[in-house]
């Protein structure tokens, strides 16, 4: 059983920790009506008080469900934070303008979420705050996010929570459960789903990670691991270490050329 008094206890320490050591006056948070953003925000409007947070809405008319925006405007008005709402359409569109067309989702949905990241750090700079990330660890743990888009930030604090643990440390802040219960997506284009797109539900994907991060992932025993989860195919437990594999350079600085 998770002790999420100590969890909270330790992820309110960190943010207060690191906005003080970094000597800004508070953090943005990109606020999208799902759990994950909730939780970030609670968080810090527990650990640093309301008025250093700052909620930003970043909606895509043509995408964001009008559900979405009113979850997030209701966790603005419970915590009592600042926020901005702006619809992130024409910047978008001007950007397709200009670019070569596609019709390929990832592309145009990596596109939005820079966007997204470059409003962030805007307010971020002009208000001398930190861009408060959002992920959580099952995300962070198999690269599904966007480099330099909602990958961009200066601090996670819920970076070791699975999605699991995110859920019912949820419940432990007393958030809306139409929020808890909502069902995961990026938003980064219309019917997205995460658990459909990743093709794992995140029990089965955090009970794998949890065994991958105890082991050597590169030897991995497979009649063990068949029978801790009877019910995953050989094909999704790879799929998984190939996600950690291929997305691996999400998560370092970008080589440098040393020269002698």
Same mark, same amino acid.
């Given at each position: 059983?998770?002790?999420?008094?100590?969890?909270?206890?330790?992820?309110?320490?960190?943010?207060?920790?690191?906005?003080?050591?970094?000597?800004?006056?508070?953090?943005?948070?990109?606020?999208?009506?799902?759990?994950?953003?909730?939780?970030?925000?609670?968080?810090?409007?527990?650990?640093?008080?309301?008025?250093?947070?700052?909620?930003?809405?970043?909606?895509?008319?043509?995408?964001?469900?009008?559900?979405?925006?009113?979850?997030?405007?209701?966790?603005?008005?419970?915590?009592?934070?600042?926020?901005?709402?702006?619809?992130?359409?024409?910047? *978008?569109?001007? #950007?397709?303008?200009? =670019?070569? %067309?596609?019709?390929?989702?990832?592309?145009?949905? +990596?596109? /939005?979420?820079?966007?997204?990241?470059?409003?962030?750090?805007?307010?971020?700079?002009?208000?001398?705050?930190?861009?408060?990330?959002?992920?959580?660890?099952?995300?962070?743990?198999?690269?599904?996010?966007?480099?330099?888009?909602?990958?961009?930030?200066?601090?996670?604090?819920?970076?070791?929570?699975?999605?699991?643990?995110?859920?019912?440390?949820?419940?432990?802040?007393?958030?809306?459960?139409?929020?808890?219960?909502?069902?995961?997506?990026?938003?980064?284009?219309?019917?997205?789903?995460?658990?459909?797109?990743?093709?794992?539900?995140?029990?089965?994907?955090?009970?794998?990670?949890?065994?991958?991060?105890?082991?050597? *992932?590169?030897? #991995?025993?497979?009649? =063990?691991? %068949?029978?801790?989860?009877?019910?995953?195919?050989? +094909?999704? /437990?790879?799929?998984?270490?190939?996600?950690?594999?291929?997305?691996?350079?999400?998560?370092?600085?970008?080589?440098?050329?040393?020269?002698?």
């Amino acid at each position: 059983m998770d002790d999420f008094t100590l969890i909270n206890d330790s992820i309110n320490a960190f943010i207060k920790n690191q906005v003080q050591r970094g000597k800004v006056n508070g953090v943005v948070v990109g606020l999208s009506g799902g759990i994950d953003s909730t939780v970030a925000a609670y968080c810090a409007s527990n650990s640093i008080g309301k008025e250093r947070v700052l909620g930003l809405l970043l909606p895509d008319k043509e995408i964001t469900p009008q559900q979405d925006i009113d979850d997030a405007l209701e966790i603005c008005s419970i915590l009592k934070i600042d926020y901005k709402l702006i619809y992130i359409n024409n910047v *978008k569109n001007q #950007f397709l303008e200009i =670019l070569e %067309k596609t019709d390929n989702n990832l592309v145009r949905g +990596n596109l /939005l979420s820079r966007t997204r990241m470059c409003i962030l750090y805007y307010y971020a700079n002009l208000m001398n705050r930190f861009v408060l990330g959002t992920a959580d660890k099952s995300e962070l743990a198999i690269g599904y996010f966007t480099k330099f888009g909602d990958g961009a930030s200066d601090l996670f604090p819920l970076g070791d929570l699975y999605k699991t643990q995110v859920k019912e440390y949820a419940k432990f802040l007393n958030i809306p459960n139409q929020i808890i219960s909502k069902k995961s997506s990026a938003r980064l284009w219309k019917n997205q789903e995460t658990e459909k797109e990743i093709g794992l539900s995140f029990a089965e994907l955090d009970a794998i990670l949890s065994f991958i991060q105890k082991k050597d *992932k590169h030897k #991995f025993d497979y009649s =063990l691991i %068949k029978k801790m989860f009877p019910s995953l195919s050989q +094909n999704k /437990l790879d799929y998984v270490l190939d996600l950690i594999n291929k997305n691996e350079h999400k998560f370092s600085f970008p080589p440098l050329c040393r020269l002698n």
